[in-house]
């Protein structure tokens, strides 16, 4: 805001030149009368005396002459002398021309260049210039203090905002342009009211009016820019996510950094920035992963034709609702999805705490738990193959050590909630953030998401 203040009074100075009274040429007299005047009474009965006497009172008086000489004869006057411009010559003849009593006149008056070194047509514009300059100091006073005040007013204006609006709990950025916004009107209007107090309110208009032009044009040449500044002021205002949510968007998914007047940072999973420009972010389907604090994740697991759905059902229920990590609301699902290749499919759907729990060791730790239980409730989990049919059947022969094994089954899974590899789950968002912690952020300026 305190950047204006020069401008204006700039702006206020050089208009004030221009409406200064136009003085003409430098040199040229102001006050100078080209025209003779019809007559010029001497006397009742004028003599060739009076009548020189007269004339050469007037000449004198101009002091457009040099050497100025005014004879009269018989009613003949002959003007002798010089000057430099020729309209001062043909004004003394009609001055005598108009004179009573005057029957001719010669007009031997010379016209004289002025000499090439000759300063007095500048000095007398610049005294012109300087006598001007003294008139228009108390407006000039009376600006500099309308445009002072103006702007000190101006600033209580963006102060005044800035706090009432804090307390609203609104977006920084938002807060910022308004209360500038509110700052440079009330400036605009004192700019305003000197202008028109000079009597330039056309001036003013055009100022006005050429200001919102260039604005106009400015948008257009930096189009990208001011479609990418107006957006951000769009998202702050929305809130469509925060910094640390997972989110999905233009075909970018990653961790929100930060928001600037420019673009929106995202880490992804692999720990890269990448810079979204706002405009594209305000004009995209917007996928927040982190909007809900719970997540939903989903497997599938395949059993033997032989064995009961039923108690596999039962047995992963078990295992959902014994675990610490799953949600009972919304409950888990546990569904047969299809029957193909003599392997009947089961999907697995359930509920966990998103912003506690890593979703992907909490999967693993999952299909562990599944393996065993299977294992132990003599439950098979055969692959997908080609069925082949014998008309007679297939004689098959057991050993000693075969049937042992069967008997006897080994336990290939443990029972623990977590193993090593799966405990201290720390959630995604967490690691990113260290990440991005130790790492440099791509894009420069505050972030607009900070509260």
């Known amino acids: 805001m305190y950047r204006l203040l020069p401008a204006a009074i700039t702006l206020c100075v050089v208009t004030t030149v221009a409406a200064m009274p136009q003085t003409g040429q430098p040199g040229e007299e102001r006050d100078e009368v080209l025209e003779a005047p019809a007559s010029v009474v001497v006397a009742p009965e004028a003599s060739d005396a009076d009548i020189a006497a007269r004339l050469q009172r007037i000449l004198d008086a101009t002091g457009w002459y040099r050497g100025a000489g005014v004879e009269v004869k018989d009613g003949i006057v002959f003007l002798d002398g010089a000057t430099m411009r020729e309209d001062h010559r043909k004004w003394a003849g009609d001055l005598a021309r108009n004179t009573q009593d005057v029957v001719a006149v010669v007009n031997r008056v010379a016209v004289v260049e002025p000499p090439a070194w000759d300063f007095s047509p500048a000095l007398n514009g610049l005294r012109e210039l300087a006598a001007s300059a003294m008139r228009n100091v108390p407006y000039l006073l009376f600006s500099v203090a309308v445009l002072a005040l103006a702007w000190m007013f101006a600033l209580l204006v963006t102060r005044g905002l800035r706090g009432a609006l804090r307390y609203r709990k609104m ?232 049937r042992a094994a069967t008997e006897a089954p080994a336990d290939p899974e443990s029972g623990a909630i977590a193993t090593d590899a799966e405990t201290q789950p720390e959630p995604e968002a967490e690691t990113i953030r260290k990440q991005a912690a130790r790492s440099r952020s791509p894009e420069p300026g505050a972030n607009l998401l900070d509260d």
């Open 171 to 402: 977006n920084a950025l938002l807060l910022d342009v308004f209360a500038r916004a509110a700052g440079i009107l009330v400036f605009i209007v004192g700019l305003y009211s000197v202008l028109h107090v000079a009597g330039m309110t056309s001036i003013a208009l055009a100022v006005l009016g050429g200001t919102g032009l260039a604005g106009i044009a400015l948008g257009i040449a930096f189009r990208d820019i001011t479609e990418n500044f107006l957006a951000s002021l769009f998202l702050s205002a929305q809130n469509p996510f925060r910094t640390g949510d997972l989110i999905e968007v233009a075909g970018a998914r990653g961790f929100v950094q930060q928001m600037t007047t420019r673009a929106t940072v995202l880490m992804t999973m692999d720990g890269n920035h990448v810079q979204v420009p706002n405009a594209t972010i305000y004009k995209s389907n917007i996928m927040n992963l982190s909007a809900n604090p719970n997540g939903r994740l989903e497997f599938a697991i395949g059993i033997g034709i032989n064995d009961s759905i039923a108690r596999a059902q039962e047995l992963i229920m078990g295992i959902l609702r014994a675990h610490p990590a799953i949600l009972d609301d919304p409950e888990p699902w546990v569904c047969a999805e299809h029957l193909r290749n003599g392997v009947v499919s089961i999907r697995v759907w359930f509920w966990y705490q998103g912003g506690a729990t890593a979703g992907q060791k909490l999967l693993s730790a999952l299909l562990r738990l599944v393996k065993r239980a299977f294992f132990e409730g003599g439950i098979s989990m055969p692959s997908e193959g080609l069925e082949l049919g014998f008309a007679s059947g297939l004689p098959v022969v057991v050993s000693r050590a075969g």
